[in-house]
Each structure stands twice: as C-alpha cells, then as structure tokens.
C-alpha cells in the first residue's frame, strides 16, 4: 500500500487530482476506515471547489478519527469558503485546542476575523501564528496586508 499510496500523494501534489483520487478510491475500498484517505479525498474536493462534498468527507474523517487536528483545519477551510464563517470559526478553535502549536489554524482564523472586519482579533491570530512558526510568511503577509 505505501507504494501505491506514495504514487497517489505524488500525483497529488502534481495537480493531477484525477489520478489521485482514483487511485485514494481503490485504496479506501481496501481500507473503509482510513480517514487519512477520507481526508485527501476531502481535500481534493476542496481544490475542485467542491465544498459541500469536502464538508461531508472531511466530518466522515473527523468521525473516525476525532483527535487530528488537521481535519478540523480542512474542515473549516470548507466552511470558510461557503462563508459560513461561525462553523468555520468553530473548527479553526478545535484544531488549536488539540494543538495549540498549530500556526496554519491560527492564520486560518486570521483571515476568517479580518473578513469579518475585526481587525483586532485578526492582528492576534495571525501574531499567534508568527510566535509559533516565525518562518510563516503567509503569517507575515497577512499581518502586512491589515496595515496596507
């Protein structure tokens, strides 16, 4: 499997989604309960736009697997972008709250809070998000674009 897996995770990042999903699929049908493969199937349908799709494989994730941050980070990306900003505000916070040294979800809920034009709470996530990861340039970039 790490082969196969390994040749889709390539694809992937390729762009070449169709051939990563297709293969993600044949993985799953060997392994139903693998919420990794759940997830970058999820993620995939993010990258095709497909939010409400990624809502439901990422939350099927998240059910098998209710401890990994990353999938609550997804999660609310999917959220954000249907611009329901208070689930996606509700899942940033769980990510940090199983780990609070994750920088992405803090510039995650940045973005959300300076879309919602409260500026102040987006100037501390994204500080947040610097203090942890001071290499962070889309911390930093962000940070930037509230004093342009």
Do not use: R, W
Request: aromatic fraction near 12%.
């Amino acid at each position: 499997m790490t082969g196969t897996l390994n040749k889709a995770l390539d694809f992937h990042k390729l762009g070449k989604l169709k051939e990563a999903k297709k293969i993600y699929n044949e993985l799953l049908e060997k392994d139903p309960s693998n919420f990794k493969l759940i997830n970058l199937l999820g993620v995939i349908s993010l990258q095709l736009k497909n939010y409400n799709k990624a809502i439901i494989l990422i939350s099927k994730a998240i059910n098998i697997n209710p401890n990994h941050h990353a999938l609550y980070n997804n999660l609310g990306v999917a959220y954000k972008e249907l611009e329901k900003y208070e689930d996606a505000i509700k899942n940033f916070k769980k990510a940090v709250e199983l780990n609070p040294d994750y920088a992405e979800a803090f510039n995650n809920l940045g973005i959300i809070f300076k879309d919602l034009k409260k500026y102040n709470e987006a100037y501390a996530y994204y500080k947040q998000c610097v203090k942890i990861n001071p290499n962070s340039s889309e911390g930093y970039y962000n940070l930037g674009l509230l004093f342009y």
